[in-house]
């Protein structure tokens, strides 16, 4: 059933879960981003999201909500109520019961559910409990937003790789660095602070040696809040002083390598074998394996070209200022897909998103 027993206003409904969703990002990965509310009456009477990974599903914590709401009549809400959550309920135990089994208990007769869930202990199984309960179901509502809110997770489950990130600073005439490889700052402080959000909200960070020799970035969350991401770098013969901030102990950090595998507190060295072939393609799977759901790429230039070349990313995110250098390191290119521009202090955000050929 598609969403042709409802009417546009509904809508709002499932716009609600998708705000709700959001509010997970950076603290439920590897699970989806999942936002729930329930409607009673034409009102929102209980709402809630997956907070945690690990943690009370959406369904759940809306259906608590209701009952917190309503602690004197919450059955009766509920039996007259319609459900809508952007990813199918699952129908599985995991790390919680199933949510399913839980709409089933309160006899909610309507479920509406933005995107099936391809995850294969789920994929219509959540559905197809609820239809053999009695409950009638509306699929696919809104379903390309509900799609994009989870495209790490589907990338993810039908792709076995992280969601890819490329993400540069160029000037206004093309060029990522300057000629002799030096630091210089392209963009302005706003585009920094949203920089630092993003890594918030991703799993990991990826740069290759000469980025992290030359610029000896920290690759932390400094200038807004949440969690630290996972740092990575390239680094095929371990030349990478121990000196560097990325070695520093301070969070997570994987050194992708030709050599060895190893621990050392908080450093995680990865050989890769035969290094120099299908390089992307292994780290890519090898943290699809640790559960990273998502990477960003910030450079440097070759490593960009590296998974470019590989045909390797789904999405760009390409600040340009209004600088003129003149000469330089040429900025990456990428065929365009889908493009989205914003205005981020004085310079452009371009957001590229792939086009399969």
Same mark, same amino acid.
């Given at each position: ?10 809508v709002k ?6 705000e709700? #969703? @959001?509010?997970?990002m ?15 009456n034409? !009102? ?7 907070q945690?990974?690990?943690k009370a599903?959406?369904?759940?914590n809306?259906?608590?909500d209701v ?5 004197n009549?919450?059955e =009766?809400?509920?039996r ?8 199918e ?12 089994d839980?709409? $089933?208990k ?17 994929n219509?199984k ?6 053999n309960?009695? &409950?009638?179901?509306? @699929?696919?509502?809104?379903? =390309?937003?509900?799609n994009?809110?989870? %495209?790490?997770?589907?990338?993810r489950?039908t792709?076995q790789r992280?969601y890819?990130i490329? !993400? ?8 990522f660095a300057?000629?002799d490889r030096?630091q !210089?700052?392209?963009?302005?402080? @706003?585009?920094?602070v ?9 799993d990991?960070i990826?740069v290759g ?10 690759l932390n969350?400094?200038?807004?809040f949440?969690?630290?991401?996972? %740092? $990575?770098?390239?680094d095929?013969n371990? @030349?990478l002083?121990?000196?560097?901030n990325l070695?520093?102990?301070?969070q ?5 390598? #030709? ?5 050392n507190?908080l450093i995680?060295y990865?050989?890769i074998?035969?290094f120099?072939?299908y ?9 699809? &394996?640790?559960d ?5 790429i910030e ?6 070209d590296?998974f470019? !070349?590989?045909?390797?990313w789904?999405e760009?995110?390409?600040? $340009?200022?209004d ?15 889908? =493009?989205e ?10 957001i ?5 050929p």
């Open positions: 059933m598609t969403r042709n027993n409802l009417i546009a206003p509904e409904y499932m716009t609600r879960c998708f709700l #969703a @959001e509010l997970g950076g603290s439920v990965s590897p699970n989806p981003l999942v936002g729930s509310v329930v409607v009673h034409g !009102k929102i009477a209980g709402e809630g999201y997956h945690q990974y690990g599903h959406a369904e759940v809306a259906i608590n009952i917190r709401r309503y602690p009549n919450f =009766e809400i509920l007259q109520s319609a459900i809508y959550v952007n990813l309920p699952c129908s599985h135990f995991g790390k919680t019961p199933p949510c399913s839980l709409i $089933i309160y006899g909610i007769p309507h479920v509406v559910i933005g995107s099936p869930d391809p995850f294969d202990s789920v219509g959540g559905i197809l409990k609820l239809r309960a009695g &409950i009638t179901v509306t @699929e696919n509502f809104c379903l =390309e937003q509900s994009f809110i989870n %495209r790490r997770f589907f990338t489950i792709k992280p890819i490329l !993400k540069w600073a160029q000037t206004a005439d093309g060029y300057p000629a030096s !210089k700052w392209i963009t302005g402080p @706003e585009a920094k949203l920089t630092h959000k993003w890594r918030t909200e991703e990991a990826l040696k000469t980025t992290a020799v030359s610029d000896n970035p920290q969350v400094r200038q807004w949440g969690r630290d991401p996972v %740092r $990575i770098v390239i095929k371990l @030349e002083p121990l000196s560097s070695l520093d102990q301070s997570s950090t994987i050194v992708f390598n #030709a050599h060895k595998t190893a621990y507190g995680k990865l050989e074998e035969n120099d072939h390089l992307p393609q292994m780290i890519a799977y090898q943290l699809y &394996i640790l990273i759901q998502s990477v960003i450079g440097g230039a070759a490593t960009l590296l470019i !070349k590989a045909d390797l789904d760009a995110r390409i600040f $340009i200022s600088q003129h250098w003149g000469q330089g390191l040429n900025a990456p290119t990428l065929r365009v897909g889908k =493009e521009v914003f205005t981020i202090g004085k310079d452009r955000l371009h590229l998103f792939h086009t399969n």
